[in-house]
DNA sequence: AAGATGCACAACCGCATTGTG
DNA sequence: ACACAATGCGGTTGTGCATCT
C-alpha cells in the first residue's frame, strides 16, 4: 500500500505565497504555535475569520478565507514559516565569518544542510544550501578545489569519488556524534526538567557535552587512528577504541554580531574549530588542509588575482 | 528598446526518519 | 511488530530581477 500523500492535491494553491498568505499563517502561529502542520492552514484561516475584524470589512474577508482555508497543504506552511516567516531569521547577505563557517562545516559534514544551519543561528537551511550553490561552490571550482572533497584537483580533473582526508573523516565523526548527543540531550532536558518553551541547550552545552562520555572517550583515544572507525557515539558505547581528534581545534572567530539567541557559546566553546585541523596523526600529507586554509583567505569581491599565487593546483577549464 | 542570458532565492518534490495507535 | 501519518531534509525547479548583447 503506497503512502498517501501529505495533502490533497486538488485546489490546493502553490508558487509564491502573498502578503495576506503570510499574514494568516503569521498571526496564527505567533497565537497558536504551529502544532500539527497538516491541519495548520484550516485552522489559521478559522481563527482569522473568528478572531481578526479590525475593519468593517473583514467579517467578508475572513469569511472567504476561511471557506478557503489557506488553500495550502501543511508541508508548504512550514517550509514558508521556518524559511521565510521565522521571526527570528536574519535576513540579508552572508557576512565572511558565516561564509567561512560555511566552508569549514561543509568540509566537515557534507551537504547536511540542516547541522551546518544550526551552527548560524538566523540562517536557514535553504538559504545555506542557496549560499553553497550559487557562491561557495564556484568560488571552490575556480579555486581548483572539489566542492565535493575540499581537495584541490589533480591534474585529471574533479575527482570522480569523494574523499575525505584522516582529519576531515575524524572531524565528520566527532561532529556526527556532537549532533547526536545534542539532540539526545535536548529531548532529555525538555524530560527532566525543561519548561514547555525552554528546547535551545544553555551556553554551557559543549562544555557538559566535552566532559561527558563522548568528550571522554575522545580523549582518552588520543592518537589512535584505525581504518575501520565507526561513529564516535558507538565508540563511546564499546569497549573497541578508534581513532580520535584530540585537540581538534577550529577556530571560526566571530559569528556575526546580532544573531539571536545562539545554540552555543562559542567563545566558552571547548571545542575550538580550527581551521588548520591541528589533529596529532599523518596531517603532513593531508592536502586537504592546505586548500582549505586557501579558501579561507580567498578575496571576497571578485578580484581573481589571488589565482596567480596558487600554482600548486590546477585551475579547472571552466575558469 | 527588446530579447537573451545569468543569477539569486523561494518553493516544490520525493525520500528518509520519526511518531503513534 | 506493523502500518500509516506526520515531519524533516536535501535535491531540484520555477520565477523574478538585473545585466548583457
Known amino acids: 500500500m503506497g503512502r498517501r500523500p501529505c495533502c490533497e492535491r486538488k485546489g490546493l494553491k502553490k508558487g509564491p505565497w502573498g502578503p495576506e498568505e503570510d499574514d494568516i499563517l503569521i498571526n496564527y502561529i505567533n497565537k497558536h504555535g504551529h502544532g500539527s502542520w497538516r491541519s495548520l492552514p484550516k485552522l489559521a484561516a478559522l481563527w482569522k475569520f473568528l478572531f481578526c475584524r479590525a475593519s468593517p470589512l473583514q467579517p467578508i474577508k475572513g469569511l472567504i478565507s476561511t471557506l478557503t482555508g489557506l ?25 565572511l565569518d558565516e561564509e567561512k563557517l560555511v566552508i569549514q562545516l561543509h568540509a566537515i559534514l557534507g551537504n547536511r ?28 571550482l575556480c579555486m581548483g578545489v572539489d566542492p565535493l572533497t575540499h581537495e584541490p584537483f589533480t591534474s585529471g580533473g574533479p575527482t570522480t569519488r569523494p574523499r575525505s582526508s584522516p582529519a576531515t573523516r575524524h572531524m565528520a565523526q566527532w561532529e556526527s556524534a556532537r549532533l547526536e548527543a545534542e539532540a539526545r540531550l535536548s529531548k532529555e532536558s525538555l524530560f527532566f526538567n525543561s519548561p514547555p518553551t525552554s528546547v535551545k541547550p544553555d551556553p554551557d552545552f559543549f562544555l557538559r557535552l566535552w566532559n561527558s562520555e563522548v568528550g ?9 587512528d584505525k581504518a575501520d572507525c565507526r561513529s564516535p557515539i558507538s565508540q563511546a ?47 603532513s600529507e593531508d592536502s586537504s588542509d592546505t586548500a582549505l586554509q586557501l579558501l579561507l583567505d580567498f ?10 599565487d596558487v600554482d600548486t593546483y590546477t585551475r579547472p577549464p571552466q575558469c
Open 71 to 95: 488553500r495550502r497543504c501543511g508541508k508548504s506552511c512550514r517550509l514558508r514559516w521556518t524559511n521565510y516567516l521565522r521571526p527570528d531569521i536574519k535576513r540579508g547577505p552572508f557576512t
Open 299 to 308: 578575496p571576497i569581491n571578485n578580484d581573481m588575482s589571488f589565482l596567480e
Open 237 to 283: 558505547s564499546s569497549s573497541t577504541k578508534c581513532g580520535s581528534v584530540s585537540g581538534v581545534t577550529i577556530d571560526v572567530g566571530p559569528i556575526a554580531a546580532g544573531s539571536s539567541t545562539p545554540k552555543s557559546s562559542r567563545t566558552e566553546d571547548p571545542i575550538m574549530f580550527d581551521a588548520s585541523f591541528s589533529s596529532s596523526s599523518n596531517e
Open 216 to 224: 571522554e572517550s575522545f580523549r582518552k583515544l588520543n592518537g589512535e
Open 113 to 140: 544542510w540542516a547541522a551546518i544551519a544550526s551552527q548560524l543561528p538566523g540562517r536557514t537551511d535553504n538559504e545555506i544550501k542557496n549560499l553553497w550553490n550559487t557562491h561557495l561552490k564556484k568560488r571552490l
